[in-house]
């Protein structure tokens, strides 16, 4: 079956240049989650949307970080004016809900930005 | 930060059961002990969780002691595929937005 996807799944940026992320969940999860992961560390979360409503960003590390989810569906997380430090793979997951609900989660992007 | 405690690695025989351990004595009543695992090159992928009681599925078993501060997760003939990095996180079930707050993990290397 279907599962959660993500495009594309490898990109190298040129430092300042804007980037943009997607990923289509698993149809019908209302719950979708925005993680990184740097070399040889777990993956941090970013961002959670509760169908389209994002309700909370508080792991965004900055301001060049947005993410959208306008129809509830597919997912995008832009980064504005790449850095290096933001090279790191960048997962999405998706649930029926949120609580205790089995996360499944994409192959990832991984993003080098040089 | 996360509220668990993983060995770094860990290696195990092909055929024999792997037996993963986690420290988490902090956790509170309404939190539950998940685990994932992460193959190389892949996103996180499920595996069991549990309150207090023991649980089995079909990837593994999962023991919690009594006072609920440790547990270990079994695969119960570890095979080649079974190579990945396996994280334990404690979590509220009900009532919150559920996103997984990760440790480093342990890497569970089987071999031939």
């Known amino acids: 079956g279907a599962g959660v996807s993500q495009s594309p799944r490898y990109k190298v940026a040129k430092r300042g240049q804007d980037v943009a992320l997607r990923c289509d969940p698993i149809s019908g999860h209302v719950s979708l989650f925005w993680y990184q992961q740097a070399l040889g560390q777990g993956p941090e979360f970013l961002t959670y949307f509760q169908n389209e409503a994002q309700l909370d960003k508080s792991g965004l590390p900055s301001d060049r970080f947005f993410a959208e989810r306008p129809e509830g569906s597919v997912s995008t997380l832009k980064i504005q004016r790449t850095q290096q430090e933001d090279s790191a793979v960048y997962l999405c997951a998706s649930s029926l809900g949120g609580g205790g609900y089995e996360q499944y989660f994409g192959p990832g992007t991984r993003l080098t930005v040089t | 930060d996360a509220k668990t405690t993983q060995p770094t690695s860990m290696d195990c025989a092909e055929g024999r059961a792997a037996n993963l351990p986690c420290n988490h004595s902090t956790i509170s009543g309404n939190e539950y002990v998940y685990w994932y695992r992460q193959i190389h090159s892949q996103g996180p992928q499920y595996i069991i969780h549990?309150?207090?009681n023991n649980e089995t599925n079909e990837m593994a078993s999962l023991i919690i002691t009594e006072d609920r501060k440790s547990s270990t997760l079994i695969l119960p003939h570890a095979t080649l595929r079974d190579t990945a990095v396996y994280y334990c996180?404690?979590?509220?079930?009900?009532?919150?937005?559920?996103?997984?707050?990760f440790g480093k993990g342990t890497k569970l290397s089987v071999k031939p």
């Open positions: 996180i404690v979590r509220v079930a009900r009532g919150s937005q559920g996103n997984l707050i």
């Open positions: 549990g309150l207090k």
